[in-house]
């Protein structure tokens, strides 16, 4: 899918940290996958960029002249907190960013990227994913396939999507989101017996880190990083 999910500054990007010990664990099981690191994860990083900072809005708080979004849906960071300042950080390096759409697209990318793998649809998850983590997603599926098995995943509501953490360096931004959500996650074998997981719907707290070159020709933000919360 060439159309993004996040697009000028919607778009999303990391690299390698904890793959060794982890990876034949991370192989083995969606949790495993979703749930530990599977990228290069770094300090918090800076947010991306996005559209939306046209005229400020009405009340919206303002830093060195310029203005957060007046929040809708999703909460973002008190731009006068010191992640409010990374933020603004990223907003004056690329006014096209835009914290609240940003997790709008975060959300989207959730959603699209846990029912891409739990269907074992690659070409979803190339999209979407840097290198590192498509190749230990892939691993993942791959092992799966091999054993027969199929993962069943229903992402029931995402109580909470919460920027965590973010951090610019030099052009290259990322942002920390932590996702609360109740979902049913289960294995099934060949016979359709349960292998791990459950049907009963569990709250899961993931932590995931997006990033982008900012300025780059791709607008895609991209999971770096993803582990349990």
């Given at each position: 899918?060439?159309?993004?999910?996040?697009?000028?500054?919607?778009?999303?990007?990391?690299?390698?940290?904890?793959?060794?010990?982890?990876?034949?664990?991370?192989?083995?099981?969606?949790?495993?996958?979703?749930?530990?690191?599977?990228?290069?994860?770094?300090?918090?990083?800076?947010?991306?960029?996005?559209?939306?900072?046209?005229?400020?809005?009405?009340?919206?708080?303002?830093?060195?002249?310029?203005?957060?979004?007046?929040?809708?849906?999703?909460?973002?960071?008190?731009?006068?907190?010191?992640?409010?300042?990374?933020?603004?950080?990223?907003?004056?390096?690329?006014?096209?960013?835009?914290?609240?759409?940003?997790?709008?697209?975060?959300?989207?990318?959730?959603?699209?990227?846990?029912?891409?793998?739990?269907?074992?649809?690659?070409?979803?998850?190339?999209?979407?994913?840097?290198?590192?983590?498509?190749?230990?997603?892939?691993?993942?599926?791959?092992?799966?396939?091999?054993?027969?098995?199929?993962?069943?995943?229903?992402?029931?509501?995402?109580?909470?999507?919460?920027?965590?953490?973010?951090?610019?360096?030099?052009?290259q931004a990322a942002v920390i989101v932590?996702?609360?959500?109740?979902?049913?996650?289960?294995?099934?074998?060949?016979?359709?017996?349960?292998?791990?997981?459950?049907?009963?719907?569990?709250?899961?707290?993931?932590?995931?880190?997006?990033?982008?070159?900012?300025?780059?020709?791709?607008?895609?933000?991209?999971?770096?990083?993803?582990?349990?919360?």
């Amino acid at each position: 899918m060439q159309t993004s999910i996040f697009q000028n500054g919607s778009g999303f990007g990391i690299g390698l940290v904890l793959f060794g010990a982890i990876a034949l664990f991370l192989v083995l099981r969606l949790r495993s996958v979703l749930g530990k690191r599977v990228g290069f994860e770094k300090p918090p990083v800076p947010p991306g960029q996005m559209p939306g900072f046209g005229a400020p809005p009405a009340g919206a708080p303002i830093i060195d002249g310029k203005a957060l979004p007046a929040q809708t849906g999703r909460p973002v960071p008190d731009p006068h907190s010191a992640l409010g300042e990374r933020l603004m950080r990223i907003v004056n390096a690329d006014p096209h960013f835009d914290p609240p759409k940003f997790l709008e697209g975060a959300e989207t990318a959730f959603r699209a990227i846990v029912t891409a793998f739990a269907a074992g649809d690659r070409a979803t998850l190339k999209n979407l994913l840097n290198d590192n983590v498509y190749q230990t997603f892939d691993a993942a599926i791959a092992a799966r396939e091999a054993a027969g098995e199929r993962h069943r995943t229903e992402i029931k509501s995402i109580l909470s999507a919460v920027i965590e953490d973010a951090e610019l360096l030099g052009t290259q931004a990322a942002v920390i989101v932590r996702f609360t959500s109740d979902q049913v996650n289960v294995t099934l074998d060949s016979a359709g017996n349960p292998v791990t997981g459950t049907e009963a719907v569990t709250e899961l707290v993931d932590l995931w880190t997006f990033e982008h070159v900012l300025g780059g020709k791709d607008p895609t933000w991209r999971l770096a990083a993803a582990r349990s919360g």
